[in-house]
């Protein structure tokens, strides 16, 4: 009536063996994920390059080179003019412009203007009239490539 169900004088342990443990790291999820990574960032890298959001007038006009990061005043439609991504009073224009452009060595500085194309005539004339008076030379305004009307 009784029934051995051990498997003999062991005890049940020899009919289970333990697998060997595998001392390898698998790297092929890690390359997975790096590589979905890399393609998000790719993807998403031009998209960051635009700081304040503008309609700018299109020209036929060849684009400057430049070696390093340009300075560029935005003035929006609102009239709200920034530097680089910040906003700045017209007030504190001038003396920040001297602190950064004395930082990396003079007024010889470049100066991208960006003005929507909508905004006012007499706000951007006024931004550089403001550059010119505070002895910046080399002032450019910003444009888009023309598009075939």
Request: hydrophobic content about 45%.
């Amino acid at each position: 009536m009784g029934m051995n169900m051990g498997g003999g004088s062991s005890g049940g342990r020899g009919r289970y063996r333990r697998a060997n443990v595998m001392a390898e790291i698998n790297v092929t999820p890690m390359v997975d994920v790096m590589l979905v990574l890399l393609i998000i960032f790719m993807v998403s890298a031009p998209l960051l390059t635009v700081g304040v959001p503008l309609d700018l007038p299109q020209t036929a006009a060849k684009s400057l080179d430049q070696d390093k990061e340009p300075l560029t005043l935005s003035v929006q439609l609102s009239g709200k003019v920034f530097l680089n991504n910040t906003e700045i009073a017209m007030d504190e224009l001038v003396p920040k412009l001297k602190a950064i452009t004395e930082a990396r060595g003079g007024l010889d500085e470049r100066i991208f203007v960006r003005g929507d194309t909508k905004v006012d005539y007499g706000t951007v004339m006024r931004v550089m009239g403001r550059l010119s008076a505070a002895g910046f030379k080399r002032v450019a305004l910003v444009t888009e490539v023309e598009q075939g009307n």
